[in-house]
């Protein structure tokens, strides 16, 4: 499966974004799916994560309340809502697939990975 983000940008503290990526290559529905991020001079971590038919997802303490993942199987696209943002979201965001949807809040298990798009939030 080929992934491709979009979306990044440069909000304002306080402020919203919408992150897009889109699948191709295999079908969307196999897939659970993970936005994941990388900050300066961190390691990568699991945001939020979405089962494949979307019945269960899974969300990192730092962004409960204010982000939200959803999908859209009939779109190939998974979002990622971003509210309230903070200087410390700032990152490289990743969507990421794999297979089964065991352990969606487990960087390991991600098989596949888009490319990232860059969302540096300003104060």
């Known amino acids: 499966v080929q992934l491709q983000a979009f979306g990044g940008g440069l909000p304002q503290a306080g402020g919203s974004l919408r992150l897009s990526c889109a699948a191709s290559?295999?079908?969307?529905?196999?897939?659970?799916m993970a936005w994941i991020r990388q900050a300066p001079g961190k390691e990568r971590e699991v945001v939020t994560a979405?089962?494949?038919?979307?019945?269960?997802?899974y969300y990192a303490d730092f962004v409960k309340g204010r982000f939200t993942i959803s999908r859209d199987n009939a779109r190939n696209t998974v979002y990622l809502q971003m509210n309230s943002l903070k200087s410390e979201d700032t990152a490289v965001y990743y969507c990421a697939a794999k297979y089964s949807n065991d352990d969606i809040h487990v960087i390991g298990r991600y098989d596949h990975w888009g490319q990232g798009t860059l969302v540096t939030v300003s104060s």
């Open positions: 979405i089962t494949r038919g979307g019945g269960s997802t």
């Open positions: 290559g295999r079908p969307f529905s196999m897939f659970a």
